[in-house]
């Protein structure tokens, strides 16, 4: 049976590997769709180089060297379509440590690597951004996670919880 799965992806022009698909959660392919259509820019179902500068500047990195972009696309081994994407997501996520692939996109946040980010920009992301959180979630999140006094949130702890289910006693 698994021969024909296989088959009947690569005909629906799945491509590259078919096992890519069991790799993820239905609600994890269908965040990393949502990904894949917010870089592809010019929406042609490839990531180009074009469309990597473009997503990057909507991000505030405006002076990004070709060098660098060609680098990024080199990392697949061919047109970066929806499977190669995903694929290469498998590829980068084997064998990490979920809780260390949160934090390292924290990071990407907090480029003084303070351990904090703003509550207003976490709150910025979350309601305008993919699926966005409601007024009664981003409520839930603060009271499970209180920002201290100057307002900072620490992202450290909330990946804990995430990927544990429940607070550190001592830190």
Excluded at 44 to 71: C, F, H, P, W
Excluded at 73 to 83: H, L, R
Aim: a negative charge; hydrophobic letters at 35%; aromatic letters at 8%.
């Amino acid at each position: 049976m698994a021969p024909k799965k296989a088959k009947r992806k690569q005909q629906q022009g799945e491509g590259g590997s078919s096992n890519v698909f069991s790799m993820f959660e239905q609600s994890q392919i269908q965040e990393y769709k949502e990904a894949f259509t917010i870089i592809d820019q010019n929406r042609d179902g490839i990531i180009s180089k074009d469309d990597l500068r473009d997503v990057l500047a909507t991000m505030g990195q405006l002076n990004v060297k070709n060098e660098e972009l060609e680098a990024m696309i080199k990392e697949a081994s061919g047109p970066i379509n929806f499977t190669v994407f995903l694929t290469m997501f498998g590829e980068k996520l084997k064998g990490a440590d979920p809780e260390d692939v949160i934090v390292s996109a924290f990071k990407v946040l907090d480029p003084e690597a303070t351990g904090f980010i703003k509550k207003e920009f976490i709150e910025e992301l979350l309601t305008t951004q993919c699926d966005r959180f409601t007024a009664e979630e981003m409520t839930n999140l603060w009271a499970a996670f209180p920002p201290d006094v100057a307002g900072n949130v620490d992202y450290k702890q909330i990946c804990y919880v995430i990927t544990h289910g429940e607070e550190k006693e001592d830190e």
